[in-house]
Nanobody, 120 residues
């Protein structure tokens, strides 16, 4: 089971840094992906990082605003989100996979998610 944190309310143009930790396992052997789900929308892939640190971005709308990273010493994966836009409003989830993929089904151990709301 993963635990996401760091969400909240941000103004357009603001920043948030999400974190993903594991409560009952270690993230080290896995690729870790961030997904998001806006109201009445399907869950969509945002970004993924492999065990070796190779990053794959899936959202064209990210436009370089989001950066995924991982700290093996802290067994934590982060998603730094800058220049936030109202369209970024969603619940953000992290999951683990054997390899990075844009497919939700490739991931497991989803957490409860963390709400990100971007509003003036």
């Amino acid at each position: 089971q993963l635990v996401e944190a760091g969400g909240g309310l941000a103004q357009p143009g603001g920043s948030l840094k999400l974190s993903c930790v594991a409560s009952t396992l270690t993230l080290y052997p896995y690729a870790v992906g961030w997904f998001r789900q806006a109201p009445r929308q399907e869950r969509e892939a945002v970004s993924c990082i492999s065990t070796s640190g190779v990053k794959t971005d899936y959202l064209e709308s990210m436009e370089g605003r989001f950066t995924i990273s991982r700290d093996h010493a802290k067994d934590t994966v982060y998603l730094q989100m800058n220049n936030l836009k109202p369209d970024d409003t969603a619940v953000y989830y992290c999951g683990i996979a054997l390899d990075c993929s844009h497919l939700e089904g490739a991931y497991g151990a989803w957490g409860q998610g963390t709400q990100v709301t971007v509003s003036p």
